[in-house]
């Protein structure tokens, strides 16, 4: 996804292009293009302090992944939804979503 590289160099449209393959993957019923738009999105707004958006998408891409059930990309999700907790200094809840990513990481 060109999006992903965006995000090194210019995150408005890293989000804006992730943002259009967020809607052509919905379009094509393609989830896991879905998932992985939001993820991009949520790391982009993560990035530019904007946590609240950031969770918004991860949360997102979370529910998405979860259909799915592959435990890899379910952890990982989780992992990223705990780094921004813990950015929001939201201790608590960055423990919570960090155990459950080792929980599936350890389990599979």
């Given amino acids: 996804v060109l999006a992903y590289y965006y995000q090194f160099?210019?995150?408005d449209s890293s989000i804006i292009?992730?943002?259009?393959?967020?809607?052509?993957?919905?379009?094509?019923h393609f989830e896991k293009g879905m998932a992985r738009a939001s993820g991009i999105m949520a790391g982009g707004y993560n990035?530019?302090?904007n946590y609240t958006r950031?969770?918004?998408y991860y949360l997102e891409a979370l529910k998405i992944l979860e259909r799915s059930k592959d435990p890899?990309?379910?952890?990982?999700?989780?992992l990223d939804i705990a780094m921004v907790y813990s950015s929001k200094k939201e201790y608590d809840k960055a423990l919570e979503y960090a155990f459950r990513s080792d929980s599936i990481a350890r389990k599979n």
């Fill in 9 to 11: 160099y210019n995150l």
């Fill in 47 to 49: 990035k530019l302090g």
């Fill in 54 to 56: 950031a969770l918004e």
């Fill in 17 to 28: 292009l992730a943002r259009s393959s967020y809607e052509l993957s919905k379009a094509r």
């Fill in 72 to 78: 890899d990309d379910i952890s990982r999700a989780h």
